[in-house]
């Protein structure tokens, strides 16, 4: 076994496209090992021959970690993205949670992964799935934020409020400082302290810098003063 997974991780860093058919086979290999290291493999290479394979591994949760899975996808870039999209509906919410990371790591290669990332922030069951699209959505980052971004801020579950006012630091968005002066009153003391940290951030974007200083000096709450 150790010498096949060598030889698969030996493969992934040749990374010829004639051996994406051998990897592929070895996805059916007994030993966990085997597996993993022609996932990562595959990953390396890059070929959009390993999509289907990999998309069915990422949905079924087998063959390898989801992890493995799914940074090998992402390695591939937007042609993976029918994994993640997919994987944003699935019945597991581990797959749920999973893909909203893989759609921030394709981000600059599908134009429609902050589209899918705000509607799962919108409307999934779990909180942790929630909170994973407001973190995924802040490590994109970009312009104007979501709205949905901006309504996570005020939801029941704090460690979505927690990640929501976080994200929203990585947007250049001059209408979000309503919303982040409102959150650093919050009953949660980290919500308080990741809304100031928020503004502080801001004040440092070319759009938002302003608004943000301006909100900044004129705020009262103690966690602005902390930050």
């Known amino acids: 076994p150790w010498r096949r997974a060598l030889a698969c991780e030996m493969l992934g860093k040749i990374g010829s496209p004639r051996s994406v058919p051998v990897l592929l086979a070895r996805l059916r290999d007994r030993r966990p090992e085997v597996r993993i290291a022609a996932v990562r493999a595959l990953g390396e290479i890059g070929s959009r021959q390993a999509v289907p394979a990999l998309t069915q591994a990422f ?23 029918p994994a993640f999209e997919q994987g944003s509906a699935s019945p597991d919410p581990i797959v749920r949670l999973s893909s909203c990371f893989g759609l921030s790591g394709i981000a600059e290669s599908h134009g429609g992964a902050v589209h899918r990332l705000a509607v799962v922030l919108a409307s999934d069951s779990e909180a942790r799935v ?14 104007n934020a979501p709205p949905e971004l901006l309504d996570a801020t005020g939801d029941g579950d704090v460690q979505v409020r927690r990640s929501a006012v976080k994200a929203l630091g990585s947007f250049d968005d001059p209408t979000t400082g309503e919303t982040l002066d409102a959150r650093t009153e919050d009953e949660d003391r980290e919500v308080a302290l990741r809304a100031a940290e928020a503004l502080l951030a801001l004040a440092h974007r070319p759009r938002a810098a302003a608004a943000a200083h301006a909100r900044l000096e004129s705020s009262p709450a103690w966690a602005v003063q902390y930050a």
């Open 130 to 143: 929630r909170s994973a699209a407001a973190a995924a959505l802040g490590i994109v980052g970009g312009g």
């Open 59 to 81: 949905l079924e949760r087998r063959v390898a970690p989801t992890n493995v899975v799914n940074d090998a996808l992402r390695r591939i870039g937007g042609e993976a993205a």
